[in-house]
């Protein structure tokens, strides 16, 4: 009986991954980087360390003075930030069930609800990058509720950071699974 798996070409997930590669260097080449040059920081977004309030407040204020590194905050919140969430969870997504190990996850069966958790979360990724996007937009262009936009920005950009960081982490697992099997695996 086919799987899921063997029904996903490999250059769907292949098209995913360029697609994905693509907006990502449009975002960090035309919005990242010069935004950078423009208000002397990093946007909040692509902070890998942890951030509060307090550098909320103060973006707010920069962008505030700052009107051309707003509109590229802006600017890239509807452009290629808009379409990234969406084609990096389809590839994540798809990239998973393309490389699920026959039936087995590391040569050990796993409880449906792990297994149910890990497809879950390309999907937990793509739902925390909409809400950091439109609680983004709403800090920063002037939105009235961003007290409470501030309290929990920094929550979902840790969850979509650790979703796709674990995503990625268990794609390449399963893609080593598939190219080099444990010893202890029967052979037929």
């Not at 798996?5 to 697609?19: D, E, G, K, M």
């Not at 590839?91 to 996850?105: C, I, Q, S, V």
């Not at 793509?126 to 509720?145: A, K």
Request: proline residues 7%; contains cysteine.
């Amino acid at each position: 009986m086919n799987d899921a798996s063997s029904r996903i070409p490999i250059f769907v997930v292949a098209l995913l991954a360029a697609a994905s590669l693509g907006l990502f260097a449009w975002m960090l080449l035309g919005f990242v980087l010069p935004f950078c040059d423009l208000a002397k920081t990093s946007m909040l977004e692509v902070r890998m360390g942890p951030y509060g309030a307090a550098d909320i407040g103060a973006m707010r204020d920069l962008l505030g003075k700052n009107q051309p590194a707003l509109d590229l905050l802006n600017a890239m919140h509807h452009g290629p930030d808009l379409f990234f969430p969406a084609i990096f969870t389809a590839f994540l997504y798809t990239a998973l069930l393309k490389l699920r190990p026959a039936g087995h996850y590391f040569n050990r069966p796993l409880s449906p609800a792990v297994i149910a958790a890990i497809y879950a979360l390309p999907f937990v990724y793509g739902l925390s990058d909409y809400v950091e996007n439109i609680l983004t937009t709403n800090i920063f262009g002037g939105g009235v509720e961003w007290g409470f936009a501030a309290t929990v920005l920094p929550w979902f950009s840790t969850i979509k950071f650790l979703a796709a960081a674990i995503c990625l982490i268990v794609i390449l697992r399963f893609a080593l699974y598939r190219i080099v099997p444990p010893a202890d695996r029967d052979t037929p």
